[in-house]
């Protein structure tokens, strides 16, 4: 998503500018040509030379100078996205009020590109009102922000202030790259990950679905615009703070916790892979070694079956299907007895991996998709609501 992508990155003053210089780099390793502009102030903190051994393109600090007399115009010209990462209360507020002196100031005013600020700096700046007034107007405007994260602060405070992790930032990047803010008026609820059914206290069944599609397409949604709850079991990656998320354990929680909004939402996307079994009693304490154990298992409740079989109308149904063999053949049963809009079938091989391979089966439907799980979200999405 990112290959050929010209990306000007402009960093400032704070303290985190020295993770700019991570994300110039896996912004360039994935195919990005990224040139980059530092304030005065970021070059107190970071040195302009990190940045081009990097990038290998141009890093530019000066508004005047006498080899590229009207940089602000060319840079502002050439970007397809202009990322302002760590951005500065002062530099936000340059923008909101139409101020440019500086040469990234004046290149952000000279743009017609989309430019996304990544806000990083003390809690109590952050929550300042003056900033959240500069960044609602801005956003009025069709900037893009992505909000700091929670946690502990290079100042000694704790709270929301801190500059993102760098693959939430590359998915921001990513999206506005090659999408609009399509999916306002859009709300959506989507499972993801395993559950985790107790034997006793310290075993557990579960299956390999690290939750990563889901999440993905819960990110590819709200990075345009939807309103999306998670309701996830057991993920291996965080779910960024930026997704509304509940977490449960077992399929009971995640049948109770889905089917108590299930009515709320436009569409569900069903991307859990729910146990289907649960021990029929768990013991209290750890079970004891014998020579042989013999687990008795039941039915868990199917959540999909019963949201299929009660369908409210105009809701959208959309199920998951894993499959190690006849994937198509097999998804195409489950579509049908579930009473879905859309399937998507995947073998069980992807579990756990970055990658995958779909298939979307509706009624008439068949389409294929293949890449990173993030890109696949969004073609995804973008067959739900342009091509189904
Ligand atoms: N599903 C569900 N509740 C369950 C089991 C599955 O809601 N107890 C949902 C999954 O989230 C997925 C779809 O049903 O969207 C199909 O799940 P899958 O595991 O592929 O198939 P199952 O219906 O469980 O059938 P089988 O395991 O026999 O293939």
Redesign the pocket.
């Known amino acids: 998503m990112l290959k050929g992508k010209k990306i000007l990155l402009g960093v400032t003053g704070g303290i985190a500018a020295y993770k700019a210089v991570e994300l110039a780099s896996i912004l360039t390793k994935n195919g990005a040509k990224v040139k980059t502009i530092l304030t005065k102030s970021a070059c107190q903190l970071v040195n302009p030379l990190t940045f081009k051994s990097i990038t290998h393109r141009s890093v530019s600090t000066e508004l005047f100078n006498l080899e590229n007399e009207i940089e602000h115009i060319t840079l502002a010209d050439w970007a397809d996205l202009i990322v302002i990462a760590p951005a500065t209360a002062n530099m936000i507020g340059k923008v909101a009020s139409g101020i440019g002196d500086d040469l990234l100031s004046t290149t952000i005013m000279a743009t017609s590109a989309p430019v996304l600020f990544v806000p990083a700096m003390n809690v109590h700046m952050y929550s300042n009102r003056v900033l959240q007034s500069n960044i609602e107007k801005l956003t009025r405007l069709d900037y893009y922000f992505m909000e700091p994260e929670s946690g502990k602060l290079a100042c000694g405070y704790e709270g929301k202030g801190r500059f993102p992790v760098i693959t939430e930032i590359k998915y921001h990047i990513e999206t506005f790259l090659n999408y609009s803010q399509d999916l306002t008026d859009k709300d959506i609820l989507i499972?993801a990950g395993s559950c985790r059914e107790n034997i006793d206290p310290m075993r557990f069944i579960t299956n390999h679905s690290s939750g990563r599609m889901g999440l993905a397409l819960a990110r590819a949604a709200h990075i345009r615009g939807a309103k999306v709850k998670v309701i996830a079991g057991i993920v291996q990656d965080n779910i960024p703070e930026y997704i509304n998320a509940l977490q449960v354990e077992n399929?009971e929680d995640?049948?109770q916790a889905?089917t108590a909004e299930a009515s709320e939402h436009q569409m569900i996307?069903?991307?859990?892979?729910?146990?289907?079994f649960t021990p029929v009693k768990t013991s209290q304490q750890k079970i004891k070694k014998t020579d042989s154990l013999t687990l008795k298992l039941k039915?868990?409740?199917?959540?999909?079956?019963?949201?299929g079989d009660n369908k409210q109308k105009d809701q959208i149904l959309?199920?998951?299907?894993?499959?190690s063999e006849d994937l198509e053949k097999?998804?195409r049963i489950?579509l049908k007895n579930?009473h879905l809009d859309l399937?998507?079938a995947n073998n069980i091989a992807v579990a756990g991996q970055q990658d995958t391979a779909i298939l979307i089966l509706g009624e008439n439907i068949t389409a294929k998709f293949s890449g990173s799980k993030f890109s696949v979200a969004h073609k995804i999405l973008d067959f739900i609501y342009y091509e189904k």
């Open positions: 499972t399929a995640m049948y889905v996307i069903m991307a859990a892979a729910v146990s289907d039915k868990t409740k199917d959540i999909l079956q019963e949201l959309i199920g998951f299907a894993a499959e097999n998804a489950k579930k399937i998507i």
